[in-house]
């Protein structure tokens, strides 16, 4: 699928020169063997707004 809408991508905008896509870590290893680099880590932290009012009273 990911190999299908890149050559997609590829067809519809030949004028475009890199792709660029977030990922999970199942999804790191197909995504290295189809030839995309990691170019970096981020790590995403979330809570309620309840969250730090309560660890603060």
Not at 21 to 43: C, V
Request: glycine fraction near 8%; charged fraction near 20%.
């Amino acid at each position: 699928m990911k190999v299908r809408q890149t050559w997609l991508i590829a067809a519809e905008r030949p004028d475009l020169e890199l792709i660029c896509t977030t990922t999970s870590t199942h999804m790191t290893g197909i995504n290295h063997a189809l030839g995309y680099e990691t170019a970096r880590t981020m790590n995403w932290v979330e809570t309620t707004t309840a969250g730090p009012v309560g660890k603060l009273a």
